[in-house]
């Protein structure tokens, strides 16, 4: 029987654990972690019963051990850790941001197609269940779609109290709320309806100027204490669009919305129905037409074929964020023993994201409509 994929991981706070938990899942032996801060990484080690930490994510990324290298660092560190694991011949997951430039991202792909790697970004979301039903029935049911719209709206930033190393342009790059979340919905509209963003117009808010600089993991409380200072990225962006296909779309992205935890939720209206889909309740998908307004349960033994293999829980035993994750990572391992899943996001998906995010900043520094190349 061949050895079980050796996996490392670079970066070990919010999602790096979210990594490790759903490698061991998918059978793959972790091979060990890096992190920022020697303490919490030894924490974290602890925690995730890894027995290994590697002196730097660098010497993680070309160690002779590892099979594959998933990148969960700050922003930053994506572009040259990914370089660096391709260039050794690993297979590669790296969180989005893919890169924090286009032309990085665009360099990343045309190395890992060279090099014949497995190169995969998460975005998970298009891992729910019923996302996958949704993708169906637009495809099988829908007719021309007029509009596309939706939010993906936080509240993790909502104070000047908060703080991540997102906030620094340095670490996070140019965009932050959009690069962070709104890339996320727009791969996920793209991916369910099969049009493509052509064009967009946006304005981007910063609604904190200044923030206090503290020291905390995403989505935790400030530890308190910390400097006063200048804030230069979005918090908050709003965006207008067209797509190839011919519908009209908007978006609203927020990270300073109180009480919205992770609200990504999109409505397709399309000539024969709509579908509507929130990410706080991936047990159900909604499917509209003039005469009936229907709510699909994620249920395998009635969902179609392509949705029923995401729900690996009976209906009513709710599935959410970590079984998507969960999946996609499975797959991208099926993907290592050349299999094709169907789905799965590649590096060729983190460039879209990454161009999607620069004609969105552009766009609202010219205050113009912007095309995607
Ligand atoms: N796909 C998704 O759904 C998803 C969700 C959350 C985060 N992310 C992405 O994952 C990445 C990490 O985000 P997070 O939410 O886990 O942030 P986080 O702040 O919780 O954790 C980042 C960790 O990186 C560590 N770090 C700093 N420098 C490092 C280095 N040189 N080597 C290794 N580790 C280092 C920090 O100590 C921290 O523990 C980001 O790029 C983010 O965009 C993706």
Redesign the pocket.
């Known amino acids: 029987m061949p050895h079980p994929l050796r996996v490392a991981v ?9 990594h490790v938990r759903a490698a061991r899942l998918a059978n793959a032996e972790i091979i060990g ?5 020697p303490a ?2 030894r924490a ?1 080690a602890a925690a995730l019963h890894v027995d290994r930490i590697f002196e ?2 660098e010497a ?1 990324a070309i160690d002779p051990d590892v099979d594959l290298v998933h ?5 930053h ?2 572009e040259p ?1 990914a370089r660096r694991a391709i260039e050794a011949g690993k297979h590669v997951i790296c ?3 893919l890169a924090t430039t286009a032309s990085g991202a665009a360099d990343l792909v045309r190395l890992a197609a060279q090099a014949g790697v497995v190169a995969a ?5 298009r891992f729910n269940a019923v996302v996958r039903e949704a993708r169906v029935r637009i495809a099988r049911d829908a007719g021309p779609i007029h509009l596309i719209h939706g939010t993906y709206l936080q509240d993790w930033l909502a104070s000047p109290d908060d703080y ?3 906030v620094d342009r340095a ?2 790059g140019q965009s932050r709320a959009f ?2 979340i709104g890339s ?1 919905w727009c791969d996920l509209v793209e991916f369910v309806s099969g049009h493509r963003i052509a064009r967009v117009s946006a304005r981007t808010v910063t609604a904190f100027p200044e923030r206090l600089r503290g020291e ?5 409380r400030p530890s308190g204490g910390g400097q006063r200072v200048r804030v230069e990225g979005e918090d908050a962006a709003v965006v207008i669009f067209e797509t190839d296909g011919g519908a009209a779309g908007s978006l609203i992205v927020s990270q300073v919305s109180q009480g919205r935890k992770n609200r990504l939720w999109f409505e397709i209206d399309a000539r024969n129905l709509a579908v509507a889909f929130d990410e706080e309740d991936t047990e159900r998908l909604w499917v509209g037409t003039r005469d009936r307004q229907e709510t699909v349960l994620r249920d395998p033994s009635s969902l179609s074929p392509a949705a029923a293999r995401y729900a690996t829980l009976p209906a009513g035993h709710g599935q959410g ?1 970590g079984d998507a ?1 969960n999946a996609f990572v499975a797959d991208t391992f099926a993907a290592v023993r050349g299999e094709s899943p169907d789905g799965l996001p590649t590096f060729a998906d983190g460039l879209r994201a990454a161009r999607i995010t620069e004609a969105v900043l552009q766009s609202a520094a010219s205050r113009s409509w912007v095309d995607i190349p």
């Open positions: 670079a970066g070990v706070g919010f999602i790096g654990a979210v972690i890096s992190g920022g801060d919490r990484t974290a730097s994510s993680l990148i969960c660092t700050p922003n560190m994506h850790l969180e989005k941001p970004v998460p975005f998970v979301y991540n190393w997102r670490l996070g690069a962070d996320h905390s993991n995403a989505f935790q964020y994750f």
